[in-house]
Structures are given as C-alpha cells and as structure tokens.
C-alpha cells in the first residue's frame, strides 16, 4: 500500500511569511496526527482529526497556527505568521482502528524559518 | 502524565555484537508501547509494538523488545547489530485509554564495522 505522503519535503521562509503543508493519509485511515519534531527531540502532537473532525488540537498555538482536513482525507497545516522558533521538521502521520494505535508516518517537511 | 525517558542520547556497538537500547515510561492505565526507527531525511518508520500478552515482542529487521512491567521499561534489542542498524530510535508509550503517543528523546545507534 501508498505509503502517507507529504509535500513540500523542504521549505525555506522568512520571518512573518505564511506557510502551508500538505498530507496525504494511507487510503483507508480515519485518523490523521500532526506532529512537530524539533532538532534532538521526539515528534510532539499538534492536532489530531478523526475523520474531518478535529478531536485533540491542544497543543496547536492557534494565535499562528491553523489546520484543516475537509472530506476526511487530505489534510493542509498553515503558519501564519511564521517565527524563527517554528523551524523543525513537521510530520503526519495516520492510523486506522485495526492496528492498536500503531501510526504511520510520512517523510516530513523539513522548515526553516530565516 | 505520560512521559517516556530513553537515558541515552547514544549507544555505540560493533558490527555482529548485541545491543541494547534503553526506555522507560510513566502512563496511566495499561501502557502501549511502540518502538520506531528514523533514517536521515525521513519519517519514523514502525518497528514493533507492545499491547498485551507475551513480554517479549518481535518485531521488523531482528529486532526485539522486552516488556518489564515492575521497572515499566521497554529496551529494544537485537542479538547482532548490523552497519546498517545505525539510525535514531525513539520509543513511545500512551495509556490504553487516549490515542496521544508521547515519544522519548531518541537514542541514536552507531554501529562501527
């Protein structure tokens, strides 16, 4: 099966500049993570959808940071504005009931906030 | 609060040697622990995972991993490393009651020829 896929695999901005990204899920999945991994650390959760509904996004600053996943399936993470802090890699993953929690990853994009 | 802590930042093994990267974890509830591997330049890739029943779970490419539920810890092993074993491990645990997957810190394995 497709693996989650995500685009771009790099992105490079200035300070204040929005920024989007897109995912993918494994065809099939219901539930859809952003995660944000920053340099030497373990992925952290962002926002978490079931379907199109997003059921945790706790940890998500939304004074800068937005989400969506219309239909259920794709899923787009915006930064606007962008800070120098927010440079690190942002991951999606996605998993389907039937595997105990077990979550697939995409590649990543890779920011960096200049 | 669920927390997982992988003590070192780095394990260094020869080639044909066991190995043995560290996790312990802190959850409520029954734990659920997974084990992913991340190559450079890319996504965290499954290795196995512990949910219920034998505590020695095997998982992808030879690797293992023992579930000690009076040290709540979860090492990741191997009988005998390979180069190609060298990557960063992280481990990560939730509760059986929330789908929130809390990672460690990562290990990062070098395996010398």
């Known amino acids: 099966e497709a693996g989650v896929v995500q685009s771009p695999r790099y992105k490079i901005i200035e300070k204040k500049q929005p920024v989007a990204f897109w995912c993918n899920p494994i065809?099939?999945?219901?539930?859809l993570y952003w995660y944000r991994q920053n340099l030497g650390q373990g992925p952290e959760l962002l926002i978490r959808?079931?379907?199109?509904?997003?059921?945790?996004d706790s940890q998500l600053p939304k004074d800068r940071f937005s989400a969506e996943r219309l239909k259920g399936v794709d899923s787009t993470l915006k930064i606007q504005p962008a800070e120098l802090g927010d440079s690190a890699v942002y991951l999606c993953?996605?998993?389907?009931?039937?595997?105990?929690?077990?979550?697939?990853f995409g590649p990543g994009t890779r920011l960096t906030v200049l | 609060a669920q927390s997982v802590a992988q003590p070192e930042d780095q394990v260094n093994v020869a080639e044909g040697n066991p190995l043995t990267v560290k996790c312990t974890y802190s959850v409520s509830g029954n734990p659920y622990l997974f084990w992913y591997v991340q190559y450079p330049n890319r996504g965290l890739q499954f290795l196995l995972k512990?949910?219920?029943?034998?505590?020695l779970v095997k998982g992808s490419y030879g690797f293992e991993a023992e579930f000690n539920k009076s040290q709540t810890s979860f090492h990741l092993k191997k009988p005998s490393a390979l180069v190609s074993d060298s990557a960063l491990y992280f481990c990560?645990?939730?509760?059986?009651?929330?789908?929130?997957?809390?990672f460690g810190s990562g290990t990062r394995l070098l395996v010398r020829p």
């Open positions: 990560a645990v939730r509760g059986d009651s929330s789908y929130k997957l809390i």
């Open positions: 993953a996605s998993s389907s009931p039937g595997h105990a929690g077990e979550q697939f």
């Open positions: 959808y079931e379907n199109e509904e997003a059921v945790d």
């Open positions: 065809s099939g999945h219901n539930t």
């Open positions: 512990y949910i219920t029943g034998d505590n």
